[in-house]
């Protein structure tokens, strides 16, 4: 079964630095998003991404935050300067059709910024 | 303002029992709602979606109901297994407008031999 793919499973940083979250979604899938879920809360939506510009995008997603697809296959989340409050669980998800049919998630980033 | 509350946000049953989690929203206009389970430290998984025409979905033990007039949907799990226990969330999605969906904290199960 096709899956949505994430590296690096987790990932220690220090405050103030960059860190870049990867993803490869499902090769045929159109829409693009990430999702973060802080340690014992519920999931969060970030940021939906179509035609290479972002359809959406929630409160949490400021200027620290951007997403870019380099590539016909990656789709990557940046978070410029990390705060400790960034750390949590960061899931891609993508899917063929906007509204989340098919929608499928990756099994997660750990970050943990220390 | 769009809300998704989801009980009992625990639950511990035994092998074998049935158990039946909700899921109440106040999210309008409504387009569908999805129960996701989440294994610790995953992705959430799909277990079913529904729209608003549709009053029950099933995928293998699991069945969901919706109930669009008062806004209410229930996942009801079949002879429990080891393995179910994760956390149930509930996401609701509008229709037209924004996109982003509602979750709900969720239902966290645990199925004890």
């Known amino acids: 079964e096709p899956e949505v793919t994430q590296t690096p499973s987790h990932q220690v940083t220090q405050m103030g630095q960059e860190v870049i979250l990867r993803c490869v979604p499902i090769s045929n899938h159109l829409y693009f998003y990430w999702y973060r879920q802080i340690l014992g809360q519920k999931v969060e939506f970030l940021v939906s991404f179509y035609n290479n510009e972002i359809s959406e995008k929630s409160e949490i997603f400021d200027d620290q935050f951007s997403v870019e697809r380099p590539d016909g296959s990656n789709f990557t989340l940046k978070i410029r300067s990390t705060k400790l409050e960034d750390s949590a669980m960061y899931f891609c998800?993508?899917?063929?059709?906007?509204?989340?049919?098919?929608?499928?998630f990756g099994s997660g980033t750990r970050l943990t910024v220390v | 303002k769009n809300q998704v509350e989801q009980s009992p946000q625990s639950l511990i049953i035994l092998e074998g029992k049935n158990c039946t989690l909700q899921c109440n929203y106040t999210v309008s206009p409504f387009s569908n709602l999805r129960w996701y389970k989440q294994d610790t430290g995953r992705g959430p998984v799909s277990l079913t979606i529904m729209t608003f025409s549709e009053n029950t979905k099933s995928n293998g033990r699991y069945t969901a109901t919706l109930d669009a007039d008062t806004k209410q949907s229930s996942l009801h799990i079949t002879a429990s297994q080891l393995s179910d226990s994760a956390s149930y969330i509930c996401v609701v999605s509008v229709r037209g407008g924004s996109y982003i969906p509602t979750f709900g904290r969720g239902t966290s199960l645990i199925v004890h031999p």
């Open positions: 998800a993508s899917s063929e059709e906007d509204r989340m049919v098919g929608y499928t």
